[in-house]
């Protein structure tokens, strides 16, 4: 059986009380999952629940001449078809912007648009039918007279005379330009021993989650509410959109969000299909159901880090860092999504960029441009990913270029680990970070010496194997500084209820999600160590705006920091209550007992004395035999909000040993390696999956996953065969460290964990691979690194 | 995207076969292993009306050594090629291809027959059966006719399978001592599609001397790609590195690849070209390779 008991994972007598935070617990919900228990968004069937299909933009742009729906109608098993113009009837439209990037614009966007497609995989029409296979069955007879228009798809000339403007209202296709300047540049760089400089490529892709998105709206004409069945990380943060948009009143909206099967950021915007979807069952009064298949998660899921940045490093001739002058510029498609908008990725590399580093003069532009292609927004690790591939192949180009070993260069330059507080040119504020520390750990796991002179000898041989390293930092447990400022309705704040029923068992209800990342796991430890109970006699409820305090959800690595708080604060308050009743049953001080494994017992003895379901017997049932002014709310809540900084940074390092093919530009990575400090580390077996999965994805990124358009805005990429997701055979052993320099801010010192592994691994890969070519004078900035990029550098054709 | 409305028959016999045929003509379409084409039914880029099922048919089954020849059914499994005792001794090269196929899942239904039918030109085994030269059964309601693979192949997706025309097996002269068989591909990821391969056949006398060399490519072309200049190249001559130099060098005349998502023409080339000397190197002896 998989009960998890303090024994299974080895817990002994003397470990307790307040023995579950660090050790590595199970997931309550694994079995739950393996067997096919959950409950996923499409698992739930309502009584006359129908379907919804959608008509894409087969353009990247086009007007929208004539909608031909009579033979659609025909069609055995539909039952109505929706348009734009349909739609705008119940349904507002959003423009996604923030008030603090100063000066962004975006454009109006509907459900489906009323005049003009501004995008291949764009929803147009709705076929709403009995079953799913009826829809599309509808949808196939659906005509659409379309005007074609020139497409605006390569962001380099987005901003140049001629281009296609996408939204004419907005006069051009800028959305967002900051700059951010610290030092003085110019003279900094004229006065540098060396300069380095490289363009560098990131390339557009996608989350591509196991659970595609999922929603049923069903709305009840007879109370007038709106429930929302939806495969989402902010179940609260949709709860808003679909009432301000829907025109109801938020109480009136319930959004409920069981099992997920992964989000990755995906899960976390405001998309027109999903809207369109609320909005026809709010028409309709029935329930509809929308599952997107893998073509239209392709086509409509937000892609990401679609980013050309040309950047230069100033070193003086000791090997200082003197500064970074980066210029970097991304296409988002033809919307800023909202409500989180689509210029926050720039703005992250602005924020990102020589992150690790102790240096003075700073210069970062980005461009944030409109295309005719997917809109992008945030994915897992926003902008770090960038930033760091840009700040980590400068650093190995100016060691390289100084002669000197790239460790050794990181040891002069990474911030010491004593000189916290501190705020980085771009004006990020750090509390506490380990870049040294981590670096020492780092070289404990990894055996350089043993690895260089592996790579020596293979070399004779004509084989090519580099190693390659990636400081970098992580911006988690975000403030009301990164939306809430803006005028978006998106909680930084979380609560938690943790209670106690009459069986001494405990329930916690949280504002955070669980996505298949193991939030409900650390939600029981953190609960069963708070009030001392065995953690088996938690249960956790997520995902239900109707039962859980309000909170923002999953996102910007906050379960852990922020959810985890409360849950902390809640169960210790829950405990101490427990106490106060436990003392006036047990005629003792309520200090001098404690709660162990479900039990009170003496605190300085350790002597059992009442078992919590005894307790809570005589609170529910014989409450006349208590005092009676004694307070018995056996259930207590807790929000959090961090105050003192606006977000808690983390840090780490990479490293990767990878062997390049130079007659196939095949790449394969040999070994990884990470040490990362997020802080407390709740639960070390989930941290390492995080930090394993982050550093998989991160590879994806590098070696495979790529959103193709063609010069049309064609996407050609529409399928897993063609869309390349990393997969286990080609992925290395991955060996996961820690440092804990927990926040100060929080009682449980959590920071996020969630993206570092994807924050660091493209720079690492980046950097093995051209070490291994540098014996060859090649060298690759452009992501993801195919054979055919890999070859052409090596001018081998 | 769910599959259209289909209609769907067993056949138990070839005689079930041709009478489905003749009931629903074009509508009906040959179900194999299912791994291609219940892929593109829930692309919804087919609809055929009619799926007819050969997989119970036993004339289709099995692998043989008869009149000489090695015999392999169509329906045989691409895991059954990786396993069977006649294919490994007497046509190792299918056995050897069997593994570059997709994943386990998929080899566990896909089948020979399914594969040449479907003639994907960067799939393994049209190309093995090129380098082979192995000779089709054609079978219809009209009869059987026999044609060799490198003929069979007419064009992207193309064949020379009419109307009504099944695959009912593939034929292979047995391996000689003398024959030295290899395939070799470079895929993004492991099971992905060859973004370029190499399904080599030749004999190597006594003497090291190359007779009958077939180099076939696949992942580079429209079809299986016969690389008839690198095989004049080699043929009659002493296997060495001046050879496969030679061989290497005439290759750029046999292809002309087509771009695609993984990179230009130059690119599949370049790769046609390390495979052939990664193949050919394989058939050095051991001295020759340690030079
Ligand atoms: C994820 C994935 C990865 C794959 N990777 C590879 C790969 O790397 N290399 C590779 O070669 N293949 C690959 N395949 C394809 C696989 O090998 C298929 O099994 C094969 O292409 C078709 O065989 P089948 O028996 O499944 O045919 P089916 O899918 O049943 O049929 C395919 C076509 O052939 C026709 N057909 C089938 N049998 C006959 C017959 N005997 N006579 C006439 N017509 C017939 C059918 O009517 C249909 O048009 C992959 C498939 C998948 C799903």
Redesign the pocket.
């Known amino acids: 059986m998989n009960e998890i008991t303090p024994a299974s994972i080895g817990l002994s007598r003397e470990d307790l009380p307040n023995s579950y935070i660090g050790r590595s617990v199970p997931r309550p919900n694994v079995p739950k999952l393996v067997q096919g228990r959950a409950t996923y968004t499409d698992d739930v069937v309502l009584p006359r629940m129908l379907h919804a299909a959608f008509l894409r933009s087969p353009h990247a742009h086009a007007r929208i001449l004539s909608i031909e729906t009579a033979a659609a109608l025909a069609t055995p098993g539909v039952v109505r078809v929706f348009t734009g113009r349909d739609i705008a009837e119940v349904c507002d439209p959003w423009v996604a912007v923030l008030d603090h990037l100063k000066g962004m614009k975006s454009a109006p966007q509907h459900p489906l648009p009323l005049e003009r497609a501004t995008w291949q995989g764009e929803p147009v029409v709705a076929v709403v039918a009995e079953s799913r296979a009826a829809a599309e069955d509808g949808v196939a007879a659906l005509r659409v007279e379309w005007e074609p228009l020139p497409a605006q798809t390569d962001m380099e000339t987005a901003l140049a005379p001629g281009a296609v403007v996408i939204h004419p209202e907005l006069g051009d296709n800028l959305v967002f330009t900051r700059t951010a300047t610290a030092g003085d540049v110019e003279a900094a760089f004229a006065a540098a021993h060396k300069v380095v400089e490289a363009t560098f490529v990131t390339a557009r892709h996608t989350g591509v989650t196991l659970e595609p998105r999922s929603i049923i709206a069903d709305y009840n004409r007879a109370d007038g509410t709106l429930t929302v069945h939806q495969s989402t990380q902010a179940p609260h943060m949709m709860q808003g959109v679909f009432a301000k948009h829907l025109r109801l009143r938020e109480s009136d909206v319930r959004v409920i969000c069981k099992d997920v099967g992964g989000s990755f950021g995906i899960k976390v915007h405001v998309y027109p299909d999903e809207v369109a979807v609320a909005a026809m069952a709010r028409i309709m009064g029935r329930p509809v159901k929308f599952v997107a298949d893998r073509f239209e998660s392709f086509t409509s899921d937000i892609h990401a880090r679609d980013h050309r940045i040309k950047a230069r490093i100033a070193v003086d001739a000791q090997g200082k860092i003197l500064g970074f002058d980066v210029d970097d510029l991304t296409g988002i498609g033809p919307y800023s999504v909202y409500p989180r908008t689509s210029a926050i990725e720039g703005n992250q590399v602005v924020n990102l960029c020589g992150g690790p580093y102790d240096f003075v003069n700073y210069r970062c532009t980005t461009t944030v441009v409109l295309q005719n292609k997917a809109p992008t927004c945030q994915y897992r690790a926003v902008g770090h990913p960038i930033a760091t591939a840009v700040t980590e192949g400068l650093v190995d180009m100016a060691a390289e270029a100084l002669g000197m070993d790239p460790i050794a260069f990181r040891r002069i330059n990474l911030i010491r680990d004593d000189a916290y507080p501190r705020t980085s040119p771009s004006g990020m504020r750090f509390e506490g970070l380990s870049h040294h520390a981590s670096l020492d750990k780092l070289l404990e796991m990894v055996p350089v010496e043993k690895i260089r002179a592996d790579q020596a000898a293979q070399r004779a041989r004509g084989v090519y194997r580099g190693l390659g390293f990636a400081s970098f930092i992580e911006l988690t447990n975000p403030s009301p500084f990164m939306y809430g400022i803006g005028g978006a309705r998106i909680s930084a704040q979380d609560g938690a209820t943790v209670r106690m029923d009459p069986d001494g068992s405990i329930t916690i209800a949280s504002g955070v999600t669980e996505q298949g990342q193991g939030t409900e796991a650390i939600l029981a430890q953190i609960a069963a160590h708070g009030v001392g109970v065995p953690v088996e006699r938690v249960k956790v409820i997520t995902g239900d705006t109707q039962n859980t305090p309000y909170g923002g959800g999953t996102w910007a690595c906050r379960g852990a920091g922020i959810g985890g708080e409360a849950a902390l604060q809640s169960a210790l308050a829950l405990r101490a209550q427990i106490l106060e009743v436990a003392g006036a049953m047990l005629q003792a001080k309520p200090e001098t007992l404690d709660v162990v494994m479900g039990e009170v017992v003496d605190r300085a003895s350790g002597t059992p004395r009442l078992s919590l379901a005894e307790l809570g017997r005589i609170v529910y049932f014989r409450g006349d035999t208590l005092p009676r002014d004694l307070p018995r709310e056996l259930v207590q809540t807790r929000h959090f909000i961090t105050k003192e900084y606006p977000f808690a940074f983390t840090n780490g390092i990479q490293a990767c040993w990878a062997e390049v093919d130079v007659e196939t530009g095949m790449v394969k990575v040999l070994e990884h390696w990470c040490v990362e400090d997020c802080g407390r580390v709740i639960n070390p077996l989930l941290v390492d999956e995080q930090v394993r999965g982050g550093i998989v994805q991160g590879l994806g990124g590098a070696l495979y996953e790529h959103c193709v358009y063609d010069a049309e805005g064609n996407l050609l990429t529409t399928t897993?065969?063609d869309y390349l997701v990393p997969m286990s055979a080609e992925m290395p052993d991955i060996h996961v460290g820690h440092v804990e320099t927990p926040t100060r801010e929080s009682l449980l010192g959590a920071k996020g964990a969630g993206e570092a592994g994807t924050a660091g691994a493209p720079a690492a890969l980046m950097n093995a691979i051209n070490d291994a070519l540098r014996p060859l004078g090649a060298r690759v900035t452009e992501q993801p690194f195919t054979p055919a990029r890999i070859l052409k550098a090596l001018g081998r054709i | 995207m769910k599959w259209p409305a289909i209609g769907y028959i067993r056949a138990r016999s070839l005689d079930d076969l041709w009478e489905a045929q003749r009931t629903h003509g074009a509508a009906a379409?040959?179900?194999?292993?299912?791994?291609?084409?219940?892929?593109?039914l829930a692309f919804r880029l087919?609809e055929p009306g009619v799926l007819v099922d050969?997989t119970r048919i036993p004339e289709?089954r099995g692998v043989s050594l008869a009149g000489g020849a090695l015999r392999i059914g169509?329906?045989t499994?691409?895991a059954e090629l990786a396993r069977d005792p006649l294919v490994a001794r007497h046509a190792p090269l299918f056995a050897a291809a069997a593994p570059?196929?997709?994943?386990p899942a998929?080899?566990n239904?896909?089948?020979?027959?399914?594969?040449?039918?479907?003639a994907?030109p960067?799939?393994?085994?049209?190309a093995c059966a090129v380098a082979l030269d192995a000779t089709l059964h054609l079978l219809s309601a009209r009869g059987e006719r026999r044609v060799k693979a490198e003929g069979f192949f007419t064009g992207l997706l193309s064949t020379l399978?009419e109307p009504g025309?099944?695959?009912?097996a593939v034929e292979v002269a047995p391996a000689s001592p003398a024959q030295r068989t290899a395939i070799l591909e470079v895929?993004r990821r492991s099971?992905?599609?060859?973004m370029a391969g190499i399904a080599a056949a030749l004999e190597l006398d006594a003497t090291g001397r190359v007779a009958a060399p077939r180099l076939a490519f696949f992942g580079v072309g429209d079809r299986p790609v016969l690389a008839n200049r690198a095989n004049v190249a080699l043929a009659g001559r002493v296997l060495d590195a001046q050879a496969i130099a030679a061989a290497a060098e005439a290759l750029g005349d046999d292809l002309d690849p087509p771009a695609d998502l993984h990179g230009p023409p130059e690119m599949k080339r370049h790769l046609a070209r390390v495979l052939l000397r990664r193949a050919l190197t394989q058939f050095l002896p051991a001295k020759e390779m340690a030079a």
Do not use: F, K, M, N
């Not at chain 2, 379409?29 to 593109?40: D, E, R």
């Not at chain 2, 239904?109 to 479907?118: F, H, K, P, Q, V």
């Not at chain 2, 960067?122 to 049209?126: I, T």
């Open positions: 897993l065969a | 379409q040959v179900l194999a292993g299912g791994q291609t084409l219940l892929a593109t087919s050969i289709l169509a329906l499994r691409h570059h196929i997709a994943h998929i080899r239904r896909g089948t020979i027959g399914g594969s040449l039918a479907y994907d960067a799939a393994e085994l049209p399978l025309e099944i695959i009912a895929a099971g992905d599609y060859a």
